[in-house]
C-alpha cells in the first residue's frame, strides 16, 4: 500500500493522541508532516521523534527552547508562533486533523484548506466561528471536509448513498454531560473538577465543560449547519444518555439511518482517515445485549439554555456565530480557573451576545477580528472573583 502524508494540529491532546494511536496501529501506511502543540513541548517532541516528523511547531514561543533541546540530535525541525503553525498547516499532507481546541485552531486550518486536502475536523469552534468563510474556502480550494466529531461524522455516514435533498431531519444526540439530572440549585454549585468528569467519553477539559452546559451541542448544532445543508429548521437535539447511537438522518419516507458504535473517538477518527475505504481500529464492536437499553428524552432549555442561544446565533448569522464561540471560550476558562460558577458559563455568553454585533464577516481576518473583539467584551463582562 503507498503511503499517505498526515499532519496532526493540536497532536499533544485528546484527539490528537487518539489520531496518533491509530496511526502508530498502521505506521507503515503514514508519513507525518507536521505535528503541532500550544505549549507541551517535551510531549510533542517524543512525538514527533517517535512519529519521525518533519517538524514539531507549538504555538507559544516560550517553549520553544524546551522544544529545540528536546529534538536536539534529530533532523526535526523545530518552530515556535502563531505564524510556523499556519506554514507547517500549509505545507499540505493528505490529511490535516484539525484537531487545536477553540478559534485558536482557525488560521492554520484555513492554511490547510488552501491546499486543498482532506480536513479530518475536530476543532469545531473554527467551523462556528468562520461559518460561510470556512465552507466557501473549502470550496474554493477543492479540499474535502470530513467531520471527525463523532455526532457529525455519525450524519455524514447516515448521508452516503443518499440525496440530501430527500433529508426530513438530523438529529444530533446528546449526552447530557455530567450533571443531565442535576437540578438548578445544584448546578449553581458545580465544581471544575465535576464538570470534567464526563460519563461516557475522556475529552480535553474546555469540551468538557462544555459538554457539561450542553454548549457542546450548541457549538455542535451550529457546525451540522455549516455541514449539512438542510436548513435549521430541520436539525433536532435529542438527549440520550448512552451515547451508542451518535446520531441520525431521516429521509421523507419515514427511513430514519443512525450510526452506532462504542464511545471512543478513534471510531469517527478512523472512519475520517480511512474514507471512503475502512481501517481496523482496536475498539471492542458494541454488546448490545450487555448495554440492554438504549433511551431518549427531550432536551431541557430551562436548566440548560445553551441550544437555544445557539439556535438563534446561527438564525441570526453574521458574526453572531463567532461572538458566542468566543464568550464560550473565556467564561469557561474562568470556570476552570474557578472565577465564576458553572451557570454563570452560559449567562455571560448571553451578556455578551446582548452587547449588539459586528458585521458579518466576509475573510478569515474579519472572523479573526470579530473573535479578538468579543474575548475582550466578555471580559470586561465577568465579575472579577465570586
Ligand atoms: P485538548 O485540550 O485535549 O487538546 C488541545 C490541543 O490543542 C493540544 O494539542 C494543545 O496543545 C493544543 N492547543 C491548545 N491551545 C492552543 C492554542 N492556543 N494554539 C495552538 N494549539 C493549542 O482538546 P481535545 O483534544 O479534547 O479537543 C480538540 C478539539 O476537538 C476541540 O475543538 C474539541 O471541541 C474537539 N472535539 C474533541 C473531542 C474529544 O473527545 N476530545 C470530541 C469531539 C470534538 P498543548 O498540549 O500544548 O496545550
Ligand atoms: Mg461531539
Not at 493522541?17 to 496511526?23: C, M
Not at 517524543?46 to 512519529?51: G, I, P, Q, T, Y
Not at 448512552?242 to 478513534?266: C, F, N
Not at 471510531?267 to 481496523?280: E, G, T
Request: some cysteine; overall charge negative; charged content about 20%.
Amino acid at each position: 500500500m503507498t503511503s499517505r502524508s498526515i499532519t496532526v494540529l493540536g497532536a499533544t491532546g485528546s484527539i490528537g493522541a487518539s489520531t496518533l494511536d491509530l496511526i502508530r496501529r498502521h505506521r507503515d501506511e503514514w508519513r507525518v508532516v507536521a505535528l503541532t502543540a500550544h505549549s507541551s513541548a517535551a510531549e510533542l517532541a517524543a512525538l514527533a521523534r517517535e512519529f519521525q516528523a518533519e517538524i514539531a511547531v507549538v504555538s507559544d514561543e516560550a517553549a520553544l527552547p524546551a522544544l529545540r533541546e528536546a529534538l536536539a540530535g534529530t533532523t526535526i525541525e523545530a518552530a515556535a508562533g502563531a505564524a510556523a503553525q499556519i506554514e507547517a498547516a500549509a505545507r499540505g499532507a493528505d490529511v490535516t486533523v484539525a484537531a487545536i481546541v477553540g478559534c485558536a485552531g482557525l488560521a492554520p486550518t484555513m492554511a490547510a484548506i488552501e491546499q486543498g486536502g482532506v480536513i479530518a475536523l475536530a476543532n469545531k469552534e473554527a467551523l462556528v466561528s468562520a461559518g460561510d468563510v470556512m465552507t466557501a474556502a473549502v470550496a474554493r480550494y477543492g479540499a474535502t471536509l470530513l467531520p471527525v466529531d463523532s455526532e457529525h461524522n455519525a450524519i455524514f455516514q447516515c448521508l452516503q448513498g443518499n440525496d440530501i435533498a430527500h433529508v426530513h431531519a438530523i438529529t444530533l444526540t446528546a449526552s447530557g454531560g455530567p450533571f443531565r439530572d442535576w437540578s438548578l440549585e445544584q448546578l449553581e454549585k458545580a465544581t471544575p473538577a465535576e464538570a470534567v468528569k464526563h460519563p461516557n467519553w475522556s475529552m480535553g477539559a474546555k469540551i468538557s465543560v462544555d459538554s457539561a452546559t450542553m454548549m457542546n451541542k450548541g457549538l455542535e448544532f451550529i457546525e451540522a449547519y455549516h455541514l449539512f445543508p438542510v436548513g435549521v429548521e430541520r436539525l433536532r437535539i435529542i438527549v440520550h444518555p448512552q451515547s451508542i447511537v451518535h446520531s441520525m438522518v431521516e429521509y421523507r419516507d419515514g427511513s430514519t439511518l443512525a450510526q452506532l458504535g462504542p464511545s471512543d473517538m478513534r471510531v469517527p477518527i478512523a472512519s475520517a482517515l480511512a474514507w471512503p475505504a475502512r481501517m481496523d481500529t482496536p475498539c471492542a464492536p458494541l454488546d448490545l445485549a450487555a448495554i440492554g437499553q438504549l433511551t431518549f428524552r427531550a432536551p431541557d432549555e430551562t436548566r440548560f439554555p445553551a441550544t437555544r442561544l445557539a439556535r438563534a446565533a446561527v438564525i441570526e448569522g453574521g458574526a453572531v456565530p463567532a461572538v458566542m464561540n468566543a464568550a464560550n471560550e473565556i467564561a469557561v476558562a474562568a470556570f476552570l480557573n474557578s472565577q465564576i460558577g458553572f451557570t454563570r458559563i452560559v449567562q455571560s455568553v448571553e451578556n455578551v451576545l446582548s452587547l449588539g454585533l459586528a458585521p458579518a464577516p466576509t475573510c478569515l481576518e474579519d472572523v479573526i477580528a470579530i473573535d479578538a473583539e468579543a474575548r475582550i467584551r466578555a471580559r470586561e463582562l465577568m465579575e472579577p472573583v465570586r
